[in-house]
């Protein structure tokens, strides 16, 4: 088999172009149609009766897995879709109490990034504050 572009000389024969299964039959020399951009192949009436029944069998073979996979896209993946949207919602709604969220105690406009000061008494020891009690801890 030997590819030919569109617009050459070719001997007489048959030829196929794969792109869009279009048979030129060429009953004497001369040019194939179309451009630069148009491929064929010079296949045998012979190899033609091979391939055309294999191409026939695979399409048998494979159109119940078409069938198959058009009704999981149109039906099942929208389910599956708004079910995952329900449950989304379901957990933003329950998890909200008295404005804080149930998971980890977590306040998502509050920052701690960083230390807590230990409170200085107003009489006794350390009254002044030392730089230990400054310094920040918990």
């Given at each position: ?124 020891k350390g009254a002044a504050g030392s730089s230990q009690d400054l310094k920040g801890g918990r």
């Amino acid at each position: 088999m030997v590819i030919n572009k569109g617009g050459t000389t070719v001997e007489k024969g048959l030829y196929l172009n794969p792109m869009d299964g279009r048979r030129v039959n060429m009953r004497e020399d001369g040019a194939l149609p179309g451009d630069e951009r148009k491929s064929y192949l010079k296949i045998s009436p012979v190899g033609l009766l091979v391939i055309a029944p294999l191409f026939g069998m695979m399409y048998v073979l494979f159109l119940p897995l078409f069938g198959i996979g058009v009704f999981i896209i149109s039906w099942v993946v929208p389910i599956i879709g708004t079910l995952a949207s329900v449950a989304i919602t379901g957990l933003k709604v329950c998890s909200r109490v008295e404005g804080r969220s149930v998971f980890f105690n977590w306040r998502p406009t509050r920052a701690h990034f960083h230390g807590f000061r230990k409170k200085v008494k107003a009489g006794g020891k350390g009254a002044a504050g030392s730089s230990q009690d400054l310094k920040g801890g918990r």
